[in-house]
């Protein structure tokens, strides 16, 4: 049943007023049929006149017997529904959406038009989840046949509503979904989006485990809700989750035996389960040989996304580069092979620059997933805005990346050329290119897992890695950019990359935002004349030696106190520190944990320790920074990796010695002085204020033209090879 030949040529004109006329004409000649009082009124509807279309229809259901009625009332809604379907093919969502609700007045079970009348209310802006409830679509879910097609596309476009209606969405359709790529995919980018950009992890657990009986295999939702789990902080959960999913034991396959034993790691430094992890570490050290050994060609695409950060667990636990650099470079070596394999990619010549082009113009390209309000980002602005524009062409490739307040306030010079880069590594390969980048930088330094696939394609004729962590491995890599202090002397014999060292710090800032400082001591129960120490890390960075020389740097210090701060599961990383400063004789009312607070705030709460005591293997990078550039002394081990001398190298550039171990001992050993010497205090403060003016780790303009010279020595080497 449908409208009139003789209305059609009305209906496109939209000349609804002869529509009308048309059908009270009818209804004239053929006052009982009904469909005309149908039409009528939706004629009404299509002219806004909302009232007289409902008493047309009105009129006709009080002449009925319910028999009658409520085979008129399917009548009615099949030709309302034909015509909003018309009107949203129209792209009328307005009057769509008007007929739908009227509709929804006149038929208020019909759950396809309720579906229906979700998506156009997504599409209008005006859906909220709570209508889910209120309109009695969960309820209906269960009581009848469901459009199986029409549910997945309104759980498709409703997920992204974060609530707990659209949660209870998800379980009741369930059993009516397909486990269809399409929607898995979607599944995975929203809980995605939502626990990383958006700051909602708990909503990404809820959906995730909500799909989890849909797709209780898929290794992309298992993973990701792994990483769910840590970032709510509920690294026991993540633990248990892994461990029933069976993940290592169902493997069949090196490649995933490796992974599983990598989340398991994860996991387990940072809910500090230290009875397990040396065991775990030699058990992962020997899946990650054998699967170099083995060079399996079929690997699962998740282990080949986070092939190249297998070896970063490892550099939390112990400081051996010289074992564990050859291993990620043989890595690295792999997955650049296989990678293009994969592909089908032949790697693009470059056409050799004369000689006498080495003083051009050079394009500088920085790449990164990180140019936010991350560590990357809050480090690399300075030197990114104080670039050379007359000397150097700056291009961005942000790369899957959202934009913040960080990214629009200093990564949005007019100068540059910014790109924002989807998940395409070939694309983002071909854009480079066709930019012709003469040296591109990798800012995340092989953690961020699409960056690498970019970089190992060689789409600029000089590669470098600097500032997001060590070198990523990759053959494609010229440089690693260090100075004379964040790696050993030794250091080319086990390193891939050429390193390049900087004449300072591998990294200078102008200083940091401070807000107002929300921490005092009487908050915290402690007097003036108190000793301070405070650590500020994450648990995945704290082991049970370092612990017991901080608790006895505490026991030696009369009237001292250990302040805790740092993201971990609160209850586990108490229970470790009560139970070595037990062992030491350290009372558990000198120990206490901070909250987490807002960055600015962070830095200003900084000032109320006297002395900051660092971690190892793995120091502390941006925090070092801040502590230093709040002028508080520093207790840091250097050992021989470049994550255990991050500390060593700041302190070294902040013109600061006092508070460098190279020994447990010493570690102690200047815990202690630093405790009980109030006046070395106050000078090794005095000198961390006055660095602020002399040290070039605060001059990120001075270090830019270095990296600048940097990057001209480099196209040089490269003209005359």
Known sequence: MSWQNEVKTALENNQYDIVSQFYEELIEREPLEISYYWYLGLSYLLQAKEEEAQATWLFVFTQGEEQETDSWLLELSNILTTEANRQLELENLEISWLIRKHLQEINPSYLDNLLHLTLVEIKLNRFHPQQLQEWQILELITQGSVNSQLLERVVIAVIPYAHKYTIELVRLSLPYLGNSPELLNHVI???RHFAFEKYQPIYSVDL?????????ENLYLIANLFWFYVTVLNYQKAIDFIKERQFKDKSQTIDLKMFSQSLLF??????SKWNDIPSICQEYKQLIEKFIKEKPQDIHPLVRENLLTVMN????????PKENRPLLSQIGSFFQETYKEMLGFKEESFDKPREDNANKKLKIGYIAQTLKRHPVGLLSRWTINYHNREQFDIHLYMVNQPVDEITKQWFSNPADKIYHATADSLATYRKIKEDNIDILVDLDSGTGPMVVQVIALKPAPIQVNWLGFDGSGLPAVDYLLADPYVLPENAPEYYQEKIWRLPDAFVAVDGFEIAVPTLRREDLGINNDAVIYLSSQTAIKRNPAMIRLQMQIIKSVPNSYFLIQGVADDNSLWDLFCQIAAEVGVETNRIKMLPIYQTETYRANLAIADVVLDTYPFNGGTTTLETLWMGIP???????QWSSRNGYTLMMNAGITEGIAWSDEEYVQWGIKLGLDKNLREEVRWKLRKSRHTSPLWNAKQFTR?????YRQMWNIYCQS
């Open 706 to 710: 270095d990296l600048e010279n940097a």
């Open 634 to 640: 520093l207790v840091v081990k250097v050992g021989q």
């Open 208 to 216: 995730a485990e909500a799909f989890l009986p849909l797709y209780p």
């Open 189 to 191: 980018t929203v809980t």
């Open 313 to 320: 667990p490892i550099s939390y636990y112990e400081d051996n």
């Open 266 to 271: 994860n996991g387990s430094l940072r809910a």
